[in-house]
């Protein structure tokens, strides 16, 4: 079943950035595997997925990611915890894995997708190794995006965490030869009755501010 | 009204990048109200909303800028186009208009603010002006993400285009001296019944290859 506007606008004005989470509060089976069902299918650039899904479950990782998070309390008080981290390249290697995928999926030959992967290739060559792993880690944030929205839509709470010390979260997930680094995290859980952010108006720049329309 | 976690695995499965759309077909207001809404509201770094939403209504400009996006078809044949810039700066002005908005909505003055103002000039002030540029971009990709799972809930197709040329783009939308630049732009509008993209089986890593779960 389809979601009517209306309910779409609520269901975005009431998320907000959760401060406090209410930590007896667990995520059912079921939304959960839809939250990570959303992360799987959030878009990409030529569908490469530069990414890996950190789910972080040991309490003692989350106290040390808290650390390295302004010892943000959603790190620990939230249900779930999500570290989404970029592919630091984007190799031959990458995209023939991608290719070999998806020629998989659609029953071909990898041999068969040679004009699309011909236009992946003439993409990531032009691109230095800082802006390949600036258009990885972007894409990264386009799955933050889906992620937020799709639990939004289901009335589950969430909190960014873009303000963390990524390096100190490399370290503590051990990233360091996995080709993958820390892009952003995000907290997903129910908000607690005692967060005051709840209630605080929503502020924005007026729709008139931010959108603008070409052309007529 | 709450989305059901299979109803909305079910609408993220149906979303893809799509490639014709049905130029005939048109949004109603109420749909078209509730995206421009998920614009206006989605998430970004400090509330800053480093960005304009760039609608294109008239036709002669989007021809223009379908030329300047390898021909593809989207950007003329979708009901709506969006073009999602970036600031290409942070400023104190800019840092300024949004304590003087998030003040007005809360009913308190500028100065009440001081001590989160203090964490977004502490922040800021460590970014280059490229890292700036960078970070503002990303926050486009969490409003490019809510758009696009926004429209997916409600059953709106969407493209997203990020392989353009963005520098045609700024200058055929004059954004030259505007202090925002195109990051990235998305059709939205419903998909034609002859697009053979759209039966094509949904390609994707699986789970295990893209969500690891730390400390299990």
Chains 1, 2 share one sequence.
Not at 42 to 47: H, L
Not at 206 to 216: A, L, N
């Amino acid at each position: 079943m389809k979601m009517q506007p209306a309910d779409l606008r609520s269901a975005l004005y009431y998320r907000y950035a959760t401060k406090k989470f209410d930590s007896a509060r667990k995520l059912d089976a079921e939304t959960w595997e839809a939250l990570l069902d959303a992360l799987v299918l959030a878009p990409s650039s030529f569908g490469l997925q530069p990414w890996r899904f950190v789910v972080v479950e040991d309490a003692a990782t989350r106290d040390r990611l808290r650390e390295a998070s302004w010892n943000q309390p959603q790190v620990t008080d939230a249900d779930r915890f999500i570290v989404i981290t970029a592919r630091t390249d984007m190799t031959e290697g990458d995209v023939d894995a991608w290719m070999e995928c998806m020629a998989e999926s659609q029953g071909k030959a990898p041999a068969d997708l040679a004009p699309y992967r011909g236009m992946i290739d003439g993409f990531v060559g032009a691109l230095d190794e800082r802006a390949k792993r600036d258009w990885n880690i972007r894409q990264c944030y386009i799955a933050l995006g889906q992620l937020m929205t799709s639990a939004a839509v289901m009335g589950v709470d969430t909190c960014p965490l873009e303000g963390i010390d990524k390096a100190a979260y490399d370290t503590i997930l051990g990233l360091g030869y996995s080709g993958y680094a820390t892009a952003v995290a995000c907290a997903v859980g129910y908000r607690s009755g005692e967060d005051k952010y709840a209630s605080a108006p929503k502020a924005r720049f007026s729709r008139d501010h931010v959108v603008r329309i070409h052309g007529i």
